[in-house]
């Protein structure tokens, strides 16, 4: 390394010596400005052909992985509406269902309130058809009571008077004598 410096050193004062420093370092001035001529056709090759080519495709990888942020968000933002959506629904169908349930409640609670409407309707009817039957037979039981209190008392009435009535007379008399009984 300390030769390499000397040799800087030995350059920088001398014009002439320049030529010995490039072949002290080993480099020849001919292939060396050949190379530099290589590497600028090199260049100008890479930058006409190559690395418009390759910018392209960084740039569309990039306009990809942009639009698929783009794209993520968007579905992370569709994903939170519809959550809130799916909320507001599941809201909605709990309410429904509760009022479906009150409905059905009143609905029973209206059914029953009918039926018992109707039995006490249907026992009203039965008590006062019952009510109507016993009518006929207290009114027939008190026909035939009649009529058997007539003959009783046309029987005795014969056997006590021992002459007979006639039938229209035996109805006649029998018919007072209860109306004056009464």
């Known amino acids: 390394m300390l030769v390499i410096v000397t040799q800087f050193a030995t350059a920088a004062h001398g014009g002439g010596e320049q030529q010995n420093l490039f072949s ?20 100008a090759i890479l930058s006409k052909f190559v690395f418009p080519v390759l910018t392209k495709m960084i740039d569309d990888r990039e306009a990809k992985i942009s639009e698929g942020q783009r794209a993520a968000e968007a579905a992370v933002q569709q994903a939170a509406a519809a959550q809130g959506e799916t909320k507001e629904l599941l809201k909605q169908a709990r309410a429904d269902a509760a009022e479906i349930v009150a409905d ?27 009510q ?17 209190t007539r003959n009783l ?24 004598a209860i109306k004056e009984v009464k």
């Open 153 to 176: 008392v046309a029987a005795a009435t014969e056997k006590v008077v021992s002459e007979k009535f006639t039938k229209s007379l035996d109805d006649e008399a029998i018919s007072h």
């Open 24 to 43: 002290s370092l080993g480099i020849d001035w001919r292939l060396l400005i050949l190379q530099t001529i290589a590497f600028l056709i090199l260049l």
């Open 104 to 130: 059905a409640k009143a609905e029973a609670a209206e059914l029953v309130s009918r039926s018992e409407a109707q039995a006490r309707d249907r026992a009203d009817t039965i008590v006062r058809d019952a």
């Open 132 to 148: 109507a039957q016993i009518s006929k037979e207290l009114g027939a039981a008190r026909a035939a009571l009649a009529n058997e």
